[in-house]
Every structure is written in C-alpha cells, then in structure tokens.
C-alpha cells in the first residue's frame, strides 16, 4: 500500500473532524478531508517537477506537511531542513545531500545568494495557491526522507528512511505511548489537541505528528521559544518536547487539560518523573534514533532504567554489553555512505553502539556509549571525539580532550609552553563560529601536563573530571 493510499484511509475514516488548527493564521481549522485534498493538488504540482532531490525549509506548520507529503506520496526524495541553522551548516547539509531544489517558507537574500549563486540551487518561495494543477491524473508512488542524525557539524551524515516504514513503525508503539489516553471522541467528548513546539525537521517531530494524526487528533504546531506562552493558550491534552522543556513546564502554572509530554531525545531521570506526576502530568520518555527508520524502538517506563521492546523488535546484549537490534524498521543507509552504513550491521542485526544488561524483570537498561556520545539535556547528541579531531588541528595543540559538565562544553588543551596559550584560544573562538549555540565550547583549560589515558589511548574522562574539578583557575575563551 502506497503512503498516498495509507493517508487516503486515515482522512476518510477522520472526515470533518480536525486535523490541524495553525495558531499564526488567526487559528485557522483545517479537516481531514481538506488536509488530504490538498495534499492531492501538491502531488499534482511536485509529479510535475522535475526535481527529484527537493529540500524543504521551514517552521512547523500546516504548509510545511501539505507540501512535504505531497513531494513523498509522488516518490521524491524529501529533505527537511532547519530553518534556525546557520547559514555554514545549512551549506554544508545541502552539498552533502546533493539537493535539486530548496523551498523556503521565508525566502531570505542571504540564503538565495548562497544557494542560487554558490551552490546552483533552485532556490524559491513555498508553492503557490495558482500554481496548483486541478483534476490531474496522478502516479502515487512512496517517496524517502533524509534525516540528518544530530550532532556536531564537522561530518553531515543523513538517514535515508523509506514511507512504508516509515509509516508502519509508528503503529507498535501506539498502544504502548498512549496507553491511559483517550483518543478520537477524547476527553469529555473533546478531540484530543496535540500541542507540537519542536522541528518537525528531525525525525522525532515528524514521527509525532503522523503518530497522533493516525489516531484522529488535531494537531497545533509551535515555537519552542515561545512554548511557555504557547501552551497555556492551547491548553492542548499532550505536549511533544524534551526533557529541558519539562523543567522549564514544572516551574510554571500547568495547563486544565495536559495530561502528558512525550520526550525524547535524552534519558528522563526518575526525579523528573516524579516531579511531573507531583505536577499533574506524565511524562512519556522514548528511546529511538533517525537509524531505527521511525520514532523509537522501544518504550522507557519511568525512567531510562526499564525499556521494553516494542512488538517485531528484537534485542540482544553481547560479551561487550553492546545493544544490538534486529527490526525492518531500520533506515535504508546513510546517503552515500556505505562503508559507514555496513559498520553497524552484523548480519540482520543491527548497533548504534549502545551500552546496556539485562534487569531481572527482562526489561533493560542503557548504561553509555561505547564511542563518546552524550544525550544532551535538549535532545542533542554531543560527540566528543568529533569535537577532540577538530580541536586538535589547532596549530600548537598537541591534545584535546572534551567534557560535558554542568549543560556546558569544556575543553581540556594541552601545549607545550604558556606562550601558546592565546594562538589557542584564537582558534578556539573561530570553531566556536561555525557551531550553533549549544556546540559551542563554553570554557577552556589550556595546560601542558598530558591528558590522563587508558588502555588503547582512550582518554580518562573520569580521571580528567576529577582534575578539572580540582583546579582552582579557569581560563573561558
């Protein structure tokens, strides 16, 4: 079945009911059948582009899904791009996936220069009302997305994910995400609202907004910068966010109608949990990753201490406690990257190099990384080594090492003699330029006694930990 056929379905057994209400145009209502009316005309217009590699730019919003599963459900190659990424990581997102075409839903001069001039897109506005074929025969045929894995910027790698798994690894979670929550009629007879402040440009906002419109509910897309106020004014029964969200949501008055937040992302601590249900909501955590070709593959319970897989997943912990997968819901591959694609794969198996074991319930828990990623309070994925490599090209470094302390980045550099302490911090400020703000290194420690290693030359983060702790000078770029 076709995703043009699978959205045909889902409309028609929805009908009037609504699917989308746009707070930035004076709250505009949007049905089912007109969500998936207007859907048909894009096919129309994308069945007749002739691009095929097409990316899309913009905020969350109604247009935003009409256009994007419009291009998908006619067999193009989808990629979301942020519209809040600088204009260097954008660049560099676009040549590695060797985009056609860039829609934008605020065309900018700076982004048409570079785009148009440098890199040869075709760059233009959102499609228009009158550009839109009326009554034309269409070839629906499944479309790909390309979501990029999050990260530090020095190497873009995306995620190819085809639409029909896309779409049927959403429904093993439905039971098991909602369970507690009314939907269709919903609560007292109200459809339930789905209040949606993150970028649907990663594959966790995507993947939430086709979840809840397969259930019936009406979705209300937002600005996480304004997500406070936002919420209040919708007073929606669900809230998709992360976990820094909710810290900031325990602090305030909570909404008559909230009764969960689904977060993912990064890990829920118990006390967080807590403090939620303290509040009068619950907290949903997910643990997934763009690889695993949809939200997530399984469900925390409450905490990062219990997860269950979900149905027609498989989980094995090896000699190395290394979690491994075996699910056809995993992505296609990264974009032209087959030797990194074939590493994690170990027959029908499958590794994003988690660390776990097996609690006695068997249920299992996620205990790190076997290579250095940290799950930000944000829902960012922080790669140490990555940020070591490029600070190590510093001229007169001679080694780097990075922590994670406190929601801040600290570099740990090691030269030879003082003198070369401000060369060092020069180049410390021009990294920091290509880094969006929650890259960026917040403190440095410039010093000449060697980074404390381990077997292999890893480094010792504990060890460095403790040393950084312990100093009593800190040198801040």
């Not at 145009?25 to 007109?34: F, L, P, S, V, W």
């Not at 929606?236 to 977060?263: D, E, F, R, Y």
């Not at 006694?449 to 009593?472: F, G, S, T």
Request: glycine letters at 8%; proline letters at 4%; a negative charge.
């Amino acid at each position: 079945m076709t995703f043009y056929e699978c959205l045909g379905r889902l409309c028609k057994g929805f009908g009037n009911t609504k699917a989308f209400c746009d707070i930035y145009r004076d709250n505009a209502i949007y049905t089912y059948e007109q969500f998936f009316s207007d859907v048909k005309r894009y096919m129309g217009y994308f069945q007749n582009c002739s691009a095929y590699r097409i990316a899309i730019m913009g905020a969350g919003s109604y247009e935003w899904v009409c256009q994007v599963y419009g291009a998908l459900a006619v067999g193009k190659n989808i990629i979301p791009l942020d519209p809040y990424q600088n204009l260097t990581n954008l660049t560099a997102m676009l040549r590695y996936s060797e985009a056609e075409m860039i829609l934008h839903d605020e065309p900018d001069a700076e982004f048409e220069k570079a785009f148009s001039k440098e890199l040869h897109l075709c760059y233009r506005g959102y499609i228009k009302e009158q550009e839109l074929p009326q009554n034309q025969p269409l070839l629906p045929e499944n479309g790909t997305m390309m979501f990029f894995t999050s990260g530090t910027n020095s190497k873009v790698k995306g995620t190819i994910i085809d639409l029909e798994r896309f779409w049927n690894s959403l429904e093993p979670g439905i039971p098991i995400w909602n369970e507690g929550i009314t939907f269709g009629p919903g609560i007292n007879g109200e459809q339930i609202k789905i209040y949606i402040p993150i970028p649907m440009q990663a594959i966790y906002g995507s993947c939430m907004c086709l979840l809840y419109l397969m259930q019936g509910s009406c979705i209300y897309f937002g600005n996480a910068r304004k997500f406070v106020t936002e919420l209040i004014d919708i007073d929606p029964h669900i809230m998709v966010g992360v976990s820094t969200m909710i810290q900031i949501l325990l602090q305030v008055k909570k909404p008559q109608n909230l009764q969960m937040v689904m977060s993912s992302g990064g890990p829920c601590k118990e006390e967080l949990y807590q403090s939620a249900l303290e509040k009068g909501f619950e907290i949903r955590n997910i643990y997934g990753a763009s690889e695993l070709g949809g939200l997530a593959f399984n469900k925390c319970g409450k905490a990062i201490s219990h997860l269950t897989p979900l149905t027609g997943n498989e989980i094995r912990i090896d000699e190395k406690n290394v979690i491994w997968i075996r699910s056809a819901n995993r992505m296609l591959g990264y974009y032209n990257m087959p030797e990194e694609t074939a590493a994690l794969y170990d027959g029908e198996w499958f590794t994003l190099d988690d660390l776990g074991s097996w609690n006695e319930d068997k249920t299992f828990r996620i205990e790190g990384r076997s290579k250095h990623m940290i799950a930000m309070e944000n829902g960012a994925k922080l790669y140490l080594e990555e940020i070591e490599e490029r600070l190590e090209k510093i001229p007169e470094v001679k080694e780097a090492g990075i922590l994670y302390l406190n929601q801040k980045i600290i570099a740990v550099l090691v030269v030879d003699s003082d003198s070369q302490a401000e060369v060092v911090q020069n180049g410390i400020r021009e990294y920091n330029r290509d880094q969006e703000f929650q890259y960026k290194i917040a403190e440095s420690w410039i010093r000449k006694e060697p980074l404390p290693r381990l077997e292999l030359n890893k480094i010792a983060r504990k060890v460095l930990e403790e040393q950084y702790l312990d100093k009593n000078e800190r040198k801040i770029p």
